[in-house]
């Protein structure tokens, strides 16, 4: 069974830093795609940073410049490294796979999101 965990956020100051981390784990060949979302209470999920398939890296305007998306070297770990937060940085931070897994000896593309870890800035 896949599982994928966010760690790492906590509470911050204005301008101060983060590094989120997302964890893939269970019988995993290969992640394609991967994404992190935010979302603020009162406010829709939103697209921060992505890796796609091939490779291209993707920031939200609002964050560009500021947060970095990068994967270890097995890319079976997933970071967001934020940096000169913002009060309006504030929300519920959720990593989303898409990954292909192997399932009863069949290899199954599917989408997988974690739990979210919740990043405060405080002003």
């Known amino acids: 069974q896949v599982r994928v965990m966010e760690s790492g956020g906590g509470l911050v100051q204005v301008g101060g830093s983060l590094r989120l981390s997302c964890t893939a784990s269970g019988n995993i060949i290969r992640i394609n795609d991967m994404k992190w979302y935010r979302q603020a209470p009162r406010k829709e999920r939103e697209l921060v940073a992505e890796?796609?398939?091939?490779?291209?890296?993707n920031y939200a305007d609002s964050v560009k410049g500021r947060f970095a998306i990068s994967t270890d070297n097995a890319d079976t770990t997933v970071y967001l490294q934020m940096n000169t937060l913002k009060p309006e940085d504030t929300a519920k931070y959720y990593c989303h796979l898409q990954l292909v897994r192997m399932e009863n000896f069949v290899p199954m593309t599917g989408d997988f999101w974690g739990q979210g870890t919740q990043v405060t800035v405080s002003a």
């Open positions: 890796i796609t398939n091939g490779g291209t890296r």
